[in-house]
């Protein structure tokens, strides 16, 4: 094993603390004990995942990417992703951290950049874990001792790391379309009974504008708050341990065999294979 492998295993070990971490925030662990895939999975934002145990498996219309631990996985911006998570075959464990790019991060990247943009970049990318790691020490230091704007600085330092790297689009601040703005809505709140005025109150737009600005994006009201529950939905059966029927209810259904359906429909796999429940 040569010195870059041993000084990896040092840095997963350290960061697979993260698991147990009882103060830190702004990130999720997820574990899974069995092999599942899931089709045209919705990633609102930038963020980069820690493979820690197991394996996954990427795929976009233009992409085709597999991560082990010692990789980095790296999203740029809002995309959609079929992937396969696959457990390690001595542990039977399947775990990540996946942490998200909030905005106060990418706008302290954005203020810290003063040279032209770097390329965009695809919106996927495999980095070395090695080449980062002691801004990942650092961010997870500054966690686990509850200094969130340090940990935030690091985060911030990991970005601009990124971009040098070639992924610019992550400085880039997108222009929301109507669609992401009413999926984040609905996001927030996904247990409530959404209705098409109440977008329509919060955006400050008529029915009739919406519906012709939804058109020309090839999306429906109903269609974006389905997403928007699902997706929170896989979240919840990913990072906790509830009963199906609860995970179901928060996520805006009242009858677990509807949400079932529709899981199954949307994401191609049963909520139980998961298999955290």
Known sequence: MNAEADATLSVLAQLSSLVDCQRAEGYACITARAEHGASSVEIPQPQF????????????????????????????????????NIPDPHSGL?????????????????ALWSEPLPESGPALARLRLAEHAAALLQWRQALQHGHYVEARLALATLVVAFCRRGHGSLLIAPEPGLGDRIRDLVAAQPERDWQSRDFESHLGISGATLRRRLAGEQLSV??????????????????????????AARAGYRSLGSFNKRFSARYGLEPAAIGNS
Request: glycine share 4%.
């Open 49 to 84: 995942a820690i493979l820690l145990q197991g394996r996954k498996q990427v795929r976009t219309a233009q992409q085709t990417l597999e991560f082990a631990p010692g990789d980095l996985f790296l999203i740029n911006r809002r995309c959609r992703i079929d992937v396969v």
């Open 94 to 110: 399947y775990l990540t951290a996946i942490v998200p790019l909030c905005p106060e991060v990418l706008a302290a990247a954005r």
């Open 222 to 247: 109903r269609g974006l708050v389905a997403d928007a529950r699902l997706a929170h939905a896989m979240q919840l059966l990913y990072t906790t341990r509830l009963p199906l029927k609860t995970v």
